[in-house]
Nanobody, 127 residues
Framework: QVQLVESGGGLVQAGGSLRLSCVVS????????MGWFRQAPGKEREFVAA????????ASANSVEGRFTISGDNAKNTVYLQMNSAKLEDTAVYYC????????????????????WGQGTQVTVSS
């Protein structure tokens, strides 16, 4: 069973930076594609960023393009989301997700494509 644990959330001022981490445990030998999603109060969960199992491909939502960066460290079984130039509308609970992937270079952008989820970490951007 794959388990995901997020950390790094908290309070940040608008324009500031924050780095979220997601540690993956219980992995098998197969590759895992990873993603970050977020859910604000009263809104549906939305895609933020994704990275392929190989780490060679990434994708991000238009709303965070140029501000957020997803990266991975296979040696540490950890995926990161670097958040820069934070905006008030980035306030949400951020979730890490994983799925086994046999296509090493593919990113997955829909939440229903992921099999495993973390518990979420709150990010609050203040003015």
């Amino acid at each position: 069973q794959v388990q995901l644990v997020e950390s790094g959330g908290g309070l940040v001022q608008a324009g500031g930076s924050l780095r979220l981490s997601c540690v993956v445990s219980g992995r098998t030998a197969r590759g895992y594609a990873m993603g970050w999603f977020r859910q604000a109060p009263g809104k549906e969960r939305e895609f933020v960023a994704a990275i392929s199992a190989s780490g060679g491909s990434t994708a991000s939502a238009n709303s965070v393009e140029g501000r957020f960066t997803i990266s991975g460290d296979n040696a540490k079984n950890t995926v990161y989301l670097q958040m820069n130039s934070a905006k008030l509308e980035d306030t949400a609970v951020y979730y890490c997700a994983a799925r086994a992937s046999y296509v090493s270079g593919r990113c997955y952008l829909r939440s229903n494509e992921y099999s495993y989820w973390g518990q979420g970490t709150q990010v609050t951007v203040s003015s």
